[in-house]
């Protein structure tokens, strides 16, 4: 196939937002695969700022950086990312240029704990406020799972409300898959 899935295209994305030096932003780092990729675009002059709200996964994420030898570059947050603000120093606030959310339930983990649209939507304008022009904030929808369904509905209601003058919005799924596949929003703030 030629087109890119989903989480090869959320990369491609990354590959294009982060430079060496650069800040990032895992704002659900789960088992950390994300946050090792992001980490590894970043390098050693960059860093990656990584929230969960469970410990096992942000002791998962630890793991894998410490595997790769990337712990030093990143920060892992024991909190949830509608926190962003109050975690992420001011002095590297314009100099985020990505930022991606995994969303849903914690692969393997507890399946009722999963993100929600009142907690992402609020990390989402703290990113807007925060970011580097021209950021990127990556979000992949899970929408199989009752409430994945209802964070869907909601977020697709804010993210088409956002003013054209202050981010561009693209959605990126396939349409015709069965079983709710996932599918890509991302913001571009301008
Ligand atoms: N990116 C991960 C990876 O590479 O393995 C997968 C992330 S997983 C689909 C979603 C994660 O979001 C779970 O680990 C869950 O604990 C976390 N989560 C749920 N609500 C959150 C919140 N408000 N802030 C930060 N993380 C949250």
Redesign the pocket.
């Known amino acids: 196939m030629k087109l890119d899935r989903i989480l090869p295209f959320a990369r491609v994305l990354l590959e294009k937002a982060i430079r060496e030096g650069d800040i990032a932003v ?10 090792v990729f992001l980490a590894q675009l970043a390098g050693n002059t960059g860093h990656i700022y990584g ?4 410990q096992e ?1 942000l002791e998962a994420t630890a793991a894998r950086l410490n595997e790769q030898g990337l712990a030093n570059c990143c920060t892992l947050i024991h ?4 926190n962003i603000k109050n975690h992420i120093p001011e002095s590297v606030h314009h100099r985020i240029t990505a930022a ?1 959310f ?6 393997g ?1 507890d399946k009722q ?4 649209a009142d ?2 939507i609020s ?1 989402i304008e703290q990113l807007l406020e925060i970011m580097a022009a021209e950021g990127l904030i990556i979000l992949v929808i ?1 929408h199989g799972h009752p409430e994945g369904a209802v964070e869907k509905d909601e977020l697709l209601r804010y993210v088409s409300s956002l003013p054209q003058d202050r981010a561009h919005v693209l959605q990126y799924g396939f349409i015709n898959q069965v079983n709710q596949p996932p599918f890509i929003i991302a913001i571009e703030k301008r």
């Open positions: 895992d704002a659900t780092t789960g088992n950390g695969f994300d946050t929230f969960d709200i469970q996964a909190s949830g990312h509608e991606i995994n969303l849903g339930y914690l692969p983990g704990i999963v993100t929600r907690t992402t990390a899970y």
